[in-house]
């Protein structure tokens, strides 16, 4: 079986470091697609958001989404709304298998504090209300990020997460 794999959860969940490690444990590659939306639109995320909004960035993730290759060995670090736009989820469930990262607001406030990059448009580092923003949008994607084929709480590793994806899915294990 070659499928896909989609890491989705909130900014800060941990969907590109983890999505890493399992490509090269899986020895699989791997996409990051908010970088792929980058590259393609030469500026950076927040530089988008502010020049072109939000509902232009969304089209483009999702045009960007949809042009990855399917059963291709992949691991794909969505950004943190991708899901929640367009079908972009039901498209991710047709074509992979989808771990979402279920991590709670104030573990993701605190990483967001500790982390030295800040270029996440929607999440500020200067918000005071940067937890109650937080919770909020967690609150309003949380059903539909459930709908994944795996959910891992908390902390993890790639170890541990291949561990379950083999364990859901054998035939993985025969990559």
Known sequence: MT???????????????????????????????????????????????????????????????????????????????TP????????????????FLDVSPDKLEERMRTSRRNNRPMFKLENENLLETLTDTYNKRIDLFRTASIIIEGDTDASTILWILEAQFPKLANR
């Open 84 to 99: 929640c736009y367009f079908d972009n989820m039901d498209y991710i469930k047709e074509n992979g298998v989808s771990i």
């Open 3 to 81: 499928t896909n794999i989609f890491m989705l959860g909130m900014p800060s969940s941990g969907k590109s470091t983890l999505g890493r490690n399992l490509a090269k444990e899986l020895n699989y590659d791997f996409i990051d697609l908010d970088r792929k939306i980058e590259v393609s639109e030469g500026k950076k995320i927040d530089e988008i958001f502010r020049l072109e909004g939000e509902e232009y960035f969304r089209k483009k993730e999702s045009e960007q989404l949809k042009k990855i290759p399917v059963d291709d060995k992949l691991v794909i670090a969505l950004g943190g709304g």
